[in-house]
């Protein structure tokens, strides 16, 4: 059990790969805070989280709103007593062309979801991670490298949350708190499956992104944790300000045709 006694906070945490970081986190013997917008999932990954290892905490919140991280934080250290590792994973996608009318709408929202709560949710978790020397893993993607016609929104927030992770990894580290950053690239979960959605063929939809990895194949939320775990735990002492892609080699596509 690597994280045994160890208190996490796993936002985004009623879905997808949220969801597989938490249970897999209360498996390996941590007590997780779990925060989601949605309190019908929560209290689904909730009753997981019992069945597969430690009971966790719910908190029904916005991590974009700053009244509400605040609660975040101050619930989970008047529960649990202390706070040794954070994951930033809440995030959405939602496209718009560079030149939609609706652009800085979208934009805003996009930012102050996937990067102004990592800003804010690290800034108030800091001095209880400094307290226990413990660790913030913040959900990225490829996306922070990549670009697509559409996802401007997304990929400037992912590219923004990169970076913060390195400058964040860099102020931290004196205080023996590391940072790092997980980068997926198509997982299976609704998130991808709604991105999917405006295609009109479905199965030429997923076949198409399969192909668009080296590997051929997606991955799943519960490879992605396993990356998570991974840097949280002590067995990642030494890594820290580390961007770790885990695409089944998305980023590799420029010559996947020329090999098939
Ligand atoms: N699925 C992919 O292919 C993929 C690829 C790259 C990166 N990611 C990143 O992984 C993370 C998790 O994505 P997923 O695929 O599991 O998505 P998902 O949509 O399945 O789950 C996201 C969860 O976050 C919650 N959430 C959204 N906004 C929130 C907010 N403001 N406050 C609190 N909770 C909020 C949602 O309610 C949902 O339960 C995201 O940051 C996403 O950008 C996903």
């Not at 986190?25 to 989601?36: C, H, P």
């Not at 979208?106 to 930012?111: A, E, L, N």
């Not at 690290?122 to 226990?132: F, R, S, Y």
């Not at 799943?220 to 820290?240: M, Q, Y």
Request: one cysteine or more; aromatic letters at 6%; charged letters at 20%.
């Amino acid at each position: 059990m690597s994280l045994l006694g160890k208190i996490a906070i796993v936002t985004g945490a009623g879905s997808g790969i949220g969801a597989a970081i938490s249970l897999l986190f209360a498996s390996e013997g941590a007590s997780v805070a779990l925060v989601d917008l949605n309190e019908t999932s929560l209290d689904y990954v909730a009753q997981q989280c019992v069945v597969h290892g430690k009971p966790p905490l719910s908190i029904k919140a916005d991590v974009a709103n700053e009244v509400e991280a605040k609660t975040i934080i101050s619930k989970t250290i008047k529960y649990f007593g202390k706070l040794d590792i954070l994951v930033n994973n809440a995030g959405i996608f939602k496209e718009a062309l560079v030149t939609d009318p609706d652009l800085l709408q979208i934009f805003d929202s996009v930012m102050n979801t996937n990067l102004r709560s990592v800003v804010l949710l690290t800034n108030l978790a800091a001095p209880h991670l400094k307290a226990t020397k413990g660790n913030i893993v913040n959900m990225c993607s490829v996306s922070s490298h990549w670009v697509g016609v559409k996802v401007a929104s997304f990929c400037v927030s992912q590219a923004g949350v990169e970076h913060f992770t390195r400058c964040a990894a860099l102020e931290l580290a004196a205080f023996g708190v590391r940072v790092n950053s997980v980068h997926p690239a198509l997982v299976r979960t609704k998130m991808l499956a709604n991105a999917l959605k405006a295609i009109d063929d479905k199965d030429k939809a997923w076949d198409e992104a399969k192909r668009s990895t080296a590997l051929e194949r997606l991955n799943e939320p519960a490879e992605i944790a396993d990356v998570v775990l991974f840097l949280a735990s002590h067995k990642a002492r030494g890594i820290t300000g580390s961007a770790f892609v885990c695409d089944s080699g998305f980023l590799l596509d420029g010559k996947l045709d020329e090999f098939r």
